[in-house]
């Protein structure tokens, strides 16, 4: 019923271009029982991960055949809002979109579950742009430290 309603209520799960994404473990190879894609609209994306094992897996998402697309509609610089949809994370984080593309974050997702990241674009307001600058100054500290 939830997944139902998630995609009556997301257009963007109905009606996005499909682009197809593909799940690599943390020594960057190709994990064929992770299917991962994207649906893509001009403002709203959405990420879908799902684990097709019977064991919990780690993975990452590489999110490069997205590069093209957002590359032509827009900069860089733009700041993203993204929320993941599923899990029982709820405070939206925010990335330029370049940096929410290269992020290499791992994931977890329990056998036969699925992992669902809205990414939209955020409006031009500078509150936001700067707490993006912020968050993405402490993201980089983070990964320093940890090597």
């Given at each position: 019923?939830?997944?139902?309603?998630?995609?009556k209520e997301k257009l963007?799960?109905?009606y996005g271009e499909l682009i197809m994404l593909t799940a690599k473990n943390e020594q960057n190879e190709y994990?064929?029982?992770?299917?991962?894609?994207?649906?893509?609209s001009l403002m709203e994306t959405m990420i879908i991960a799902t684990n097709m094992s019977d064991t919990p897996?780690?993975?990452?998402v590489d999110m490069q055949n997205l590069l093209p697309t957002f590359k032509?509609?827009?900069?860089?610089n733009t700041v993203v809002m993204v929320k993941t949809i599923i899990s029982g994370e709820t405070d939206p984080e925010y990335y330029?979109?370049?940096?929410?593309?290269?992020?290499?974050?791992?994931r977890n997702l329990p056998a036969y579950r699925s992992l669902m990241v809205?990414?939209?674009?955020?409006?031009?307001?500078?509150?936001?742009?700067?707490?993006?600058?912020?968050?993405?100054?402490?993201?980089?500290?983070?990964?320093?430290?940890?090597?």
């Amino acid at each position: 019923m939830h997944r139902r309603r998630l995609r009556k209520e997301k257009l963007v799960l109905r009606y996005g271009e499909l682009i197809m994404l593909t799940a690599k473990n943390e020594q960057n190879e190709y994990m064929e029982n992770i299917l991962a894609y994207a649906r893509y609209s001009l403002m709203e994306t959405m990420i879908i991960a799902t684990n097709m094992s019977d064991t919990p897996q780690k993975f990452l998402v590489d999110m490069q055949n997205l590069l093209p697309t957002f590359k032509k509609a827009y900069p860089n610089n733009t700041v993203v809002m993204v929320k993941t949809i599923i899990s029982g994370e709820t405070d939206p984080e925010y990335y330029f979109l370049r940096e929410f593309v290269e992020a290499r974050n791992v994931r977890n997702l329990p056998a036969y579950r699925s992992l669902m990241v809205s990414v939209t674009i955020c409006d031009d307001d500078q509150f936001i742009f700067k707490k993006c600058l912020t968050n993405s100054i402490e993201r980089t500290k983070r990964n320093l430290l940890a090597g």
